[in-house]
Every structure is written in C-alpha cells, then in structure tokens.
Nanobody
C-alpha cells in the first residue's frame, strides 16, 4: 500500500528548530523526487522545497531559503526537512508529496501525505 507519512511537527518558539520527516512505503522510493508543501489557515498552498530522486538536486522557495534544508536517506525511505530560525509565518500544516522530478508545483504531484502541523509561537 502506497503511503507517505509526515512526522515531527509541533509547537516551537520563534527562532527555534524542528526536523520534519516524510516516511515512504509501497513504492520504489529511490525512483521519485519528494517535495514539501505547506498551507496556513486562509492562505494558498506553498511549495516549500523539493529534492530529486538521488538527492543531487534541491530547490527552495525564497521564503525559506537559507533557513530550511531538505535531505533524503534512500536506505531508510525517508526525506527530511530541517527547519531553523523559525518564524511565526512558518506556522502551517506541512505535507510531503511525490513526483518523478523535483518541482514545487503542487498540481504535478501524484500522491500526498496527510500532513503534520507546525506552530511557531511564543
């Protein structure tokens, strides 16, 4: 059964860090790029970052560049999103999704996880 499961969300103070994980099963993980998206209440979904199937290419939204780092461990079927220097505007539900190539366009994804909530607040 194909699954993408996000974890690692929670409440963190501004300036803090969190590491999100996206664990995959049911498909050949190393053949797919993985992307992270987020959606805050009342806002449009935003493509945050993506990583190619072999991890050799990554891409970031300007809003997170220099603060977030995406990585993957194909032996563990997992993609990570390390989030540092978090800001209140990073508060959102974070989703991972898969595609054959690295893109932050949500319409290109063919499977999504259910999301994990990140709240940045003092």
């Amino acid at each position: 059964q194909l699954q993408l499961v996000e974890s690692g969300g929670g409440l963190v103070q501004p300036g803090g860090s969190l590491r999100l994980s996206c664990s995959a099963s049911g498909f050949t993980f190393g053949s797919y790029a993985i992307s992270w998206f987020r959606q805050a209440p009342g806002k449009e979904r935003e493509g945050v970052s993506c990583i190619s199937s072999d991890g050799g290419y990554t891409n970031y939204a300007d809003s997170v560049k220099g603060r977030f780092t995406i990585s993957r461990d194909n032996a563990k079927n997992t993609v990570y999103l390390q989030m540092n220097s978090l800001k209140p505007e990073d508060t959102a539900v974070y989703y991972c999704a898969r595609n054959r190539w690295c893109t932050r366009q949500g319409l290109s994804m063919d499977y999504w996880g259910k999301g994990t909530l990140v709240t940045v607040s003092s």
